[in-house]
C-alpha cells in the first residue's frame, strides 16, 4: 500500500465512448503524474500536475484530458480513445515535482494502475 | 534520453544476493540516483536512492562508486517475489521529467 489509489482496476469501453480515470493520494504531496505503460514499452510520462497546476504535457493526444481540483485528486477524461490507447495506465505523486534541485522530494510513489482496453 | 544503461536481464538463485548494475556517466552533481522495481502488471514499486554515499534499507542496498558514474543495486538474499522489472534512473536534464527506460529483467531461480 503506497499511499496512491487508483479507480476503476480495470475498464473496458467503446471509442465513442467518455470515461474518466480517478486517482487520489493520501501522503500530503504537492505533484501529481500520470504515465501510460504499453506492453513491452518503457513507461511514458503523460502529464504533470505540481500544485494543481500542470507543468509538463509530454504531446499527449486531446482525447486525454486531465483534471487536477486539488493537490489530492487527479483525473484523466478519456474520450474518442483508439485501440492503440490500451494500456496500464498508472498515476504517482512525489512532495514536488522534479526540478533542478535534484531533490529527494522528487521520490515518486505509485498506484497500482488501471488496466483498460480500448474495443 | 534515459541518462542510465541496464542490462535487459539477469537471472540470480533463490536466496543469493542479487547485484543490478547501472550506467549514469552523465549525471549531474545534485541528482540523486533512483531505483523502483514493477512486478508484472502493478505500479512501480520505490526501493531507494542514494546521492553520493552508499545506502541500505529494508529492502535493498546501493552502492554508487566514488566518481558516481554507475551504481549497483543489492538484493541480500533474493526470493521467488523479487522477480521484477528493475529500473534505475536518474531525472531527465530537461524537463520537469524521470526517464524509466527499458530496466533489468530479473528473474530468481528456485
Known amino acids: 500500500e503506497t499511499g496512491v489509489t487508483q479507480t476503476p482496476r480495470h475498464l473496458v469501453m467503446g471509442m465513442t465512448n467518455k470515461k474518466s480515470l480517478k486517482c487520489e493520494q493520501h501522503?500530503?504531496?504537492?505533484?501529481m503524474y500520470w504515465y501510460k505503460q504499453s506492453a513491452k514499452k518503457p513507461l511514458e510520462l503523460m502529464f504533470v500536475y505540481s500544485l494543481e497546476e500542470r507543468v509538463e504535457n509530454n504531446s499527449v493526444p486531446s482525447r486525454f484530458s486531465p483534471e487536477c481540483p486539488n493537490s489530492s485528486h487527479l483525473f484523466l477524461h478519456l474520450h474518442t480513445l483508439q485501440p492503440e490507447d490500451s494500456a496500464l495506465y498508472l498515476c504517482?505523486?512525489?512532495?514536488?515535482?522534479?526540478?533542478?534541485?535534484?531533490?529527494?522530494?522528487?521520490?515518486?510513489?505509485f498506484g497500482p494502475g488501471t488496466r483498460l482496453l480500448v474495443l | 534520453d534515459a541518462k542510465t544503461t541496464q542490462p535487459t536481464s539477469m537471472d540470480c538463485a533463490e536466496g543469493r544476493a542479487a547485484n543490478l548494475p547501472c550506467n549514469h556517466s552523465?549525471?549531474?552533481?545534485?541528482?540523486?540516483v533512483y531505483w523502483y522495481r514493477q512486478i508484472h502488471s502493478q505500479g512501480p514499486q520505490y526501493i531507494i536512492h542514494?546521492?553520493?554515499n552508499n545506502e541500505t534499507n529494508e529492502m535493498a542496498s546501493l552502492i554508487i562508486t566514488e566518481d558516481r558514474k554507475s551504481s549497483t543495486l543489492i538484493l541480500p538474499h533474493a526470493t521467488l517475489r523479487d522477480t521484477a522489472v528493475y529500473y534505475c534512473?536518474?531525472?531527465?536534464?530537461?524537463?520537469?521529467?524521470?526517464?524509466f527506460g527499458t530496466g533489468t529483467s530479473l528473474t530468481v531461480i528456485p
Open positions: 504517482a505523486s512525489s512532495q514536488e515535482a522534479p526540478g533542478t534541485s535534484g531533490s529527494v522530494a522528487e521520490t515518486q510513489y
Open positions: 552523465t549525471i549531474s552533481g545534485n541528482e540523486y
Open positions: 501522503l500530503g504531496h504537492n505533484a
Open positions: 534512473i536518474v531525472r531527465v536534464e530537461t524537463g520537469n521529467q524521470f526517464y
Open positions: 542514494g546521492l553520493k
